[in-house]
């Protein structure tokens, strides 16, 4: 297709859009991924220490039901109640499993995961301990057994409640991370769309630079012929530029010269012709 100065215009336009719609989708995504960066902090940085909380509580909670369950007397009369103490601390440990396997799936790196695994290892160490307890329990609060028992409780119960309190400490840590990667996501995309910026500006000013030299070059060396040949001066060369319609112009300048200097010769030719025979007839009388 010929280069024509209507494609060159709707070229460079079409590049420029172009340009921008490159601009406009690196921009769009950037957006994307900073919103997908506060989400995964949101759902990952925050749920962590929400659960880590949680988990703090219901083990407080659960320590504090089998508190009041020792503080019983092994009564039929205070029976129902121990009951629903156990009941309770057992709900309790049950939704401390049920937060700590959650953590763990969405935990994003292995140091998280291990520490939300000792809560686990802990929870279940003391279950075995509450159930050793309650079965020596049985047995009465007063004997050997229920004094061991009520023994390895405590350091078991101890064991649970540091774990708790490291996990919150974790999730602190993992919601404060997760606050960091926003920020350097943030950077990170700002910086993507400031050079995508500049270089789309930097090459939208290139192709409107080589499209008007393109222009102006020739149409300014057609006006300076237009100028030279308008005061009498045919020696001047005239350039093809370009291989559009400007370039088209540029041979019909030429053709022009060419006729002007041809009509100037015959008219010399035509003019010395005629004086010649001018003076032919003047020597002739």
Do not use: W
């Amino acid at each position: 297709m010929k280069p024509t100065i209507r494609n060159k215009v709707m070229g460079g336009f079409g590049g420029a859009l172009t340009l921008m719609a490159i601009l406009a989708v690196i921009s769009g995504y950037s957006v994307f991924s900073l919103r997908q960066s506060a989400n995964r902090a949101t759902r990952v940085g925050a749920r962590l220490n929400s659960m880590a909380i949680e988990i703090q509580v219901h083990n407080l909670e659960a320590q504090r039901r089998v508190s009041n369950y020792m503080a019983l007397a092994p009564t039929s009369e205070n029976q129902q109640k121990r009951e629903m103490y156990i009941e309770e601390a057992a709900f309790e440990i049950h939704e401390i499993e049920s937060l700590v396997q959650k953590a763990e799936e969405i935990a994003p790196t292995t140091s998280l995961r291990t520490q939300f695994q000792r809560i686990a290892q802990a929870t279940t160490e003391y279950q075995q301990a509450l159930n050793k307890v309650i079965e020596a329990d049985k047995l009465g609060s007063g004997t050997p057994q229920a004094k061991e028992a009520n023994e390895a409780y405590e350091d078991i119960a101890e064991q649970l409640h540091e774990s708790a309190e490291d996990g919150e400490l974790a999730g602190k840590d993992a919601s404060h991370s997760s606050l960091e990667e926003i920020d350097r996501t943030s950077k990170r995309s700002v910086t993507v769309v400031i050079g995508i910026s500049c270089l789309a500006l930097t090459l939208c000013l290139l192709a409107s630079y080589r499209l008007a030299r393109a222009i102006l070059v020739p149409v300014d060396h057609l006006k300076n012929v237009a100028e030279n040949v308008s005061m009498g001066n045919l020696d001047i060369a005239v350039h093809r530029y370009s291989d559009d319609e400007i370039g088209d112009l540029a041979d019909s300048f030429a053709r022009m010269v060419t006729a002007v200097k041809f009509f100037r010769l015959e008219a010399a030719e035509a003019n010395k012709t005629s004086h010649a025979a001018a003076a032919g007839n003047g020597g002739a009388q």
